[in-house]
């Protein structure tokens, strides 16, 4: 039986794909092999990659003037490739630290480059976002980096950071695809793929042109962007199984109606379950009510003795994983695109027995 996964990652997926990747498990296309089987070079195969790059750049609109990469290494990959292509040892980066996946990616660009942390949101425990118009960026900076949804503290910003010219670079890992953006106010979008894209295993890089063709001596030829935009992402052998069910998922993605669509039911399944904690006097919430994540869902109850139990008790009503990060403590609920709203009511309805019985 399916269970509800509220896993931050690796995530859901649709149903629906899956049982589609089952139904061609062994006999793909009518090759009689699986995808998992075929060479990457071969039409079928480059058809499949070339056809997800198209819809995703058809569902998230990305302008013509900047490719789509599918790289590994995932985004924690990113964290050291985009400092080694859009920098050099003396460039400056700004970074935005809103909690602990920003952390992670300051500490790798400092291997690279001078970093300077232009905001940082320690003070509130990071469970809020800097106030926009603070922000003051450097102009001779390389990049601007933030992390519009940090999956652990579920802090995600309602604005994308003006910075006068300088090139913003987004860590969307945990909140691409989940609403529509406008893809030319960032220079370069990156995502790891096991929460909204599909299997871990890849990581999409959205880079604007002018962005790329600079990468340091030094830098490896499978995360140089500009080597690998013209190969099509196939300087080497691909994740191909992650890039079909990623296709595969955009398809799914489409169907629901695009973006606009999906974004709605992500606002209204995050406002029931946010509304079910502030209204119930036991859960809390500890973030911003401006932003908060549609995505990652953090919460507490008044007795962390019994977070156990209420992790225990809901696994057996078939609601899995809200353990909160092992960092944290308390549960998380992520609700990403593959969540349908009977999961989050069901969690809701759960939420209310538990504290009926031990609230
Ligand atoms: C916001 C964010 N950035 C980066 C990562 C790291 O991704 P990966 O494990 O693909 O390197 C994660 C993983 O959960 C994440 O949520």
Redesign the pocket.
């Known amino acids: 039986v399916r269970v509800f996964n509220f896993a931050?990652?690796p995530a859901t997926l649709p149903l629906e794909v899956l049982e589609q990747a089952r139904a061609e498990m062994t006999d793909w296309q009518g090759s009689g092999m699986s995808v998992m089987e075929v060479s990457h070079r071969s039409k079928a195969f480059v058809a499949v990659a070339q056809q997800a790059e198209a819809d995703l750049r058809e569902l998230m609109a990305i302008p013509p003037n900047y490719k789509v990469l599918f790289l590994q290494g995932?985004?924690?990959?990113m964290f050291a490739a985009i400092p080694l292509n859009l920098t050099t040892p003396d460039s400056l980066v700004e970074f935005i630290n809103t909690g602990a996946?920003s952390k992670?990616a300051i500490s790798e660009a400092k291997k690279y480059c001078r970093v300077n942390i232009m905001a940082d949101e320690a003070a509130s425990n990071y469970s809020t976002v800097p106030d926009a118009a603070s922000l003051r960026v450097d102009p001779k900076a390389a990049y601007l980096h933030y992390?519009p949804?940090?999956?652990i503290g579920g802090v995600e910003f309602p604005y994308v950071p003006a910075a006068g010219g300088v090139p913003v670079v987004a860590?969307m890992?945990?909140t691409i695809l989940s609403r529509p953006v406008d893809v030319s106010q960032f220079g370069l979008i990156y995502a790891?793929a096991?929460k909204n894209i599909g299997p871990?295993g890849i990581?999409v890089v959205i880079v604007r042109d002018d962005l790329i063709g600079k990468a340091r001596p030094g830098t490896p030829s499978v995360w140089d962007f500009d080597a690998m935009a013209r190969e099509g992402s196939m300087l080497n052998t691909p994740p191909t199984f992650g890039i079909y069910v990623a296709g595969l998922v955009f398809k799914w993605l489409k169907k629901q109606g695009g973006l606009a669509a999906v974004g709605e039911r992500n606002r209204n399944k995050a406002e029931r379950l946010y509304a079910a904690i502030d209204n119930s006097g036991y859960y809390a919430n500890p973030v911003a009510k401006h932003c908060r994540s549609w995505m990652n869902v953090p919460f507490t109850i008044p007795n962390p003795d019994l977070e156990k139990t209420f992790c225990a008790e809901a696994a057996k009503a078939g609601l899995v994983n809200l353990e909160g990060h092992r960092s944290v403590g308390g549960m998380r609920a992520s609700i990403y695109n593959a969540m349908g709203i009977d999961g989050v009511d069901a969690l809701i309805a759960f939420m209310r027995d538990f504290q009926q019985r031990h609230g």
Do not use: Y
Not at 74 to 77: D, L, R, S, V
């Open positions: 931050a990652g995932g985004a924690t990959g996946w992670k992390t949804n940090e999956t860590d890992s945990s790891g096991q871990s990581c």
